[in-house]
């Protein structure tokens, strides 16, 4: 069992024994037998904690514990505790015994159903779970329940794919209080962007887009959108502009705009124009994607030798596994009765290549060789970035 799963269930078991004892004081001021039932399953059901057998000392707790006002806390906590361990179903089972009991006070009955809520969404129960919380958001007048109601409406909704209705939830003052929500409410608005230009409603997705953007100025994933909207629209001089903006929001970000950057400054034919940008882009964050760029402009143009001279001088500033593989294509190419050799050691450093993933999560460490705007681990969003160093950029 974890630690921390098994402090809870010892604090969990010191709660039920503080009861216990009161309950004790209580018959003894009375006069009453000082011999009780339930203190014996108390100390069978600690037994059998301190024996590492958690499941019967739950179980035991359980029964030993009558339901009142002054135990409501330790049920919920025996409940949440039984969802931690995988069993929503029987936190379920608690929460709504509890919750059936007429003498709960509104703020007890309002903690109640947010536990429930949080079962049901551990249950994937979603619907069930949504009218609770929006019950729970109706009714309730504690503040102190209402922001993790709000928050936890927000993740169902993120689960259903209902962007418009978690930014109707988050709005004003989710976004404005909590930066991974604020974060997050931008990439709703991309997603609400996504279908509108899905739907041919550009006028729409850049109205979007720009909200985003003033939500949270450094979400790179809408100008990335914003470019595809100028890109579409034949718009070239607009597309690099954007994709320049995007590439200061965020330097990690360099190398995935670098493709249709390129295609862009082709477009309008200005090449030189190309080169100049990716030659300040070295100066700022020299990233090996860039480095290899103009590298390859340069072998067009001067040769061989050249570019060699470009990558290599990089690679004697931050070594890089994909700048040694780049260097292999050039040497394969000029080798004379070396290229078996150099074409064996092309392969290795292409095999290495392929296994390693190019992006990163910075708050999990999930990593693939797809950019996913939210985790598919942690589900958080605006995290993922190209990885750095010696086998990334």
């Keep these: 069992m974890p630690d921390l799963k098994l402090l809870a269930l010892l604090l969990v078991a010191i709660a039920i024994g503080w009861w216990l004892g009161r309950l004790e004081s209580r018959r003894h001021a009375r006069h009453q037998p000082r011999s009780s039932p339930l203190s014996r399953d108390y100390f069978v059901g600690l037994n059998y904690l301190l024996n590492e057998q958690p499941d019967r000392a739950i179980e035991t707790f359980v029964q030993a514990l009558e339901v009142n006002s002054d135990t409501i806390e330790t049920h919920i906590a025996l409940g949440n505790l039984f969802r931690s361990r995988g069993e929503a179903d029987r936190a379920v089972k608690i929460h709504q015994n509890l919750l059936a009991r007429p003498s709960l006070t509104a703020l007890q009955s309002d903690q109640v159903q947010l536990e429930l809520s949080r079962d049901f969404l551990h249950l994937g129960l979603l619907d069930r779970a949504e009218r609770l ?19 936890l409406l927000v993740d169902l909704y993120e689960r259903e794919r209902e962007w418009a ?6 709005q004003p003052q989710l976004i404005r209080e909590d930066a ?3 974060r997050a409410a931008a990439h709703w608005l991309c997603e609400l962007a996504q279908q509108d230009m899905h739907t041919a409603s550009p006028a729409l997705a850049r109205k979007r887009l720009r909200q985003a953007l003033s939500i949270d100025d ?13 890109r579409e629209a034949g718009n070239y001089k607009a597309e690099i ?4 903006r995007l590439a200061r929001q965020d330097h990690d970000f360099t190398p995935i705009v670098l493709e249709p950057l390129r295609d862009a400054y082709l477009k309008l034919e200005d090449e030189q124009g190309l080169v100049r940008c990716l030659r300040q882009w070295i100066s700022e ?12 402009l340069t072998e067009q143009h001067e040769g061989i030798n050249a570019a060699a001279n470009v990558i290599g001088d990089q690679l004697a500033v931050t070594p890089s596994l994909r700048g040694v593989d780049y260097l292999m294509d050039l040497y394969v190419t000029e080798a004379g009765p070396e290229q078996q050799h150099f074409s064996l050691l092309k392969r290795h450093t292409g095999k290495l290549l392929e296994s390693r993933p190019r992006f990163r999560c910075h708050r999990c460490g999930f990593a693939g060789a797809h950019l996913h705007w939210q985790c598919p681990r942690c589900r958080s969003w605006g995290v993922t970035k190209p990885i750095t160093g010696l086998e990334g950029e």
Excluded: F, Y
């Design 133 to 151: 919380l929006l019950g729970l958001l109706r009714t309730s007048h504690d503040q102190a329940r209402l922001k993790p109601a709000k928050l």
């Design 180 to 182: 991974d929500i604020r």
């Design 218 to 230: 450094r979400c790179v994933r809408a100008n990335w959108l914003i470019a595809e909207l100028e």
């Design 165 to 170: 209705k978690a930014l109707e939830v988050a």
């Design 285 to 296: 964050a020299p990233h090996i994607s860039t480095v290899i760029m103009l590298a390859r």
């Design 241 to 244: 502009r954007t994709l320049q």
